[in-house]
Every structure is written in structure tokens, then in C-alpha cells.
T-cell receptor, first 112, second 114 residues
Framework: GQQVMQIPQYQHVQEGEDFTTYCNSS?????IQWYKQRPGGHPVFLIQ?????EVKKQKRLTFQFGEAKKNSSLHITATQTTDVGTYFC????????????FGTGTRLQVTL | DGGITQSPKYLFRKEGQNVTLSCEQN?????MYWYRQDPGQGLRLIYY???????QKGDIAEGYSVSREKKESFPLTVTSAQKNPTAFYLC?????????????FGPGTRLTVL
């Protein structure tokens, strides 16, 4: 079945350092979505990428969708303690637009 | 997340008891989903519903049951047949169903079976 893996599983950075998480799907995706889950909270939608090679920015966050539409990345420049949480990528299950397969998640810890 | 309520936030039950988790939405979204999240893990789909009176099994439906009698409500029952029910349960909505729109999550219910 379709699998969506993320690396690393966990990263601990000092405030001000950059952070990148990578998302890799076993199948081609029609789109990729990114969610953030704060500790103890629920996932919150960040962004959706649809086009091959697409790059989108949200302040210090940069999202990329690979040319083959099988991988994606999220890069955070100059992390802040507010960036703490788990970042999930998600893509539609193969053959359906109605269900999402969520990645395994990358947990980010930021310390002063 | 804004318009999706789950209750209670924390739930404790004895082993062997069935328990029903509530999910209500006022977003007028067609599709509703139940996910299970274990500590340090991703989200696994339990059940989903496209429209009222219709629902489909997800990847880990065994030991769970749902109903969709109203558009606004999608309760999940964790039965005694579920071997490891202790987890964080998240309800989500999506609209419209046949699209790649994002999913909106409720605050979740943490179920602990003693």
C-alpha cells in the first residue's frame, strides 16, 4: 500500500538554527499538504502544494514539492520556540481524493 | 479546529467497556473522519463518512463502530473488541468530499483504558 515516510523522526535545534524535514511517498501524489501539531494539540493545516516543482513560502517557512511529485520538504529558517511541534505531510490515498495518507511526522524541539 | 467539537477531552474507562466518543461540526462539511494517534506516531484512519447514513472502513476499523445519522455528528464507539484502545482520537472534516481540500481537526479525545 501507499506509504509516506518522513525524516528525521526527531530533531532538536537551538533557537535561531535552521530546520528541514523531508517527506517521501511511495506513489506519485496529486498534491501534498503540510500540517503542524503542537504538543498536546491537534493537527492544523499549514499549506497545500499542487504543481510539480512548486515552492511556497510562509514567513520563515519554505515548502517544496518535488519534480516527480513523490517528495516534499519543509524548511524553517531561524527557528523560534513557537516552532516546536510535530510536522506532518499528507497526500491523497492512491486512487482517491477523499482520504489522506499522513506521513510519520517529524518532531521538532527548539531550545534557547 | 473552529467549528469541530469533541467531547470529552479526557476519558477513562475500564477494560471491557464500550465507550462512545462524540464529534460535532457546524462547518456544514460533507465528509467526516476518525483517526487514531498513538504516542510519537502518525495518524491512522479508522472510519470515514461521505454523506449521511453512509460510512466506510479505514485502515484500522477492527474494534470500532460509527454512525452518521446527521450531517453534523459522527460518533465513534470503541468496543471491547479493540485490543489496545488507549490512544488519542481525532475527528476531522473535509469539504467538499470529492476534492483535495484540506482537513480540519477537532481538539481530540484522549482515551485511557485502565
Amino acid at each position: 500500500g501507499q506509504q509516506v515516510m518522513q525524516i528525521p523522526q526527531y530533531q532538536h535545534v537551538q533557537e535561531g538554527e535552521d530546520f528541514t524535514t523531508y517527506c517521501n511517498s511511495s506513489t506519485t501524489l496529486s498534491n501534498i499538504q503540510w500540517y503542524k501539531q503542537r504538543p498536546g494539540g491537534h493537527p492544523v493545516f499549514l499549506i497545500q502544494l499542487v504543481k510539480s516543482g512548486e515552492v511556497k513560502k510562509q514567513k520563515r517557512l519554505t515548502f517544496q514539492f518535488g519534480e516527480a511529485k513523490k517528495n516534499s520538504s519543509l524548511h524553517i529558517t531561524a527557528t523560534q520556540t513557537t516552532d516546536v511541534g510535530t510536522y506532518f505531510c499528507a497526500g491523497p490515498k492512491a486512487g482517491t481524493a477523499s482520504k489522506l495518507t499522513f506521513g510519520t511526522g517529524t518532531r521538532l524541539q527548539v531550545t534557547l | 479546529d473552529g467549528g469541530i467539537t469533541q467531547s470529552p477531552k479526557y476519558l477513562f474507562r475500564k477494560e471491557g467497556q464500550n465507550v462512545t466518543l462524540s464529534c460535532e461540526q457546524n462547518l456544514n462539511h460533507d465528509a467526516m473522519y476518525w483517526y487514531r494517534q498513538d504516542p510519537g506516531q502518525g495518524l491512522r484512519l479508522i472510519y470515514y463518512s461521505q454523506i449521511v447514513n453512509d460510512f466506510q472502513k479505514g485502515d484500522i476499523a477492527e474494534g470500532y463502530s460509527v454512525s452518521r445519522e446527521k450531517k453534523e455528528s459522527f460518533p465513534l464507539t470503541v468496543t471491547s473488541a479493540q485490543k489496545n484502545p488507549t490512544a488519542f482520537y481525532l475527528c476531522a472534516t473535509q469539504s467538499p468530499f470529492y476534492s483535495t481540500d484540506t482537513q480540519y481537526f477537532g481538539p481530540g479525545t484522549r482515551l485511557t483504558v485502565l
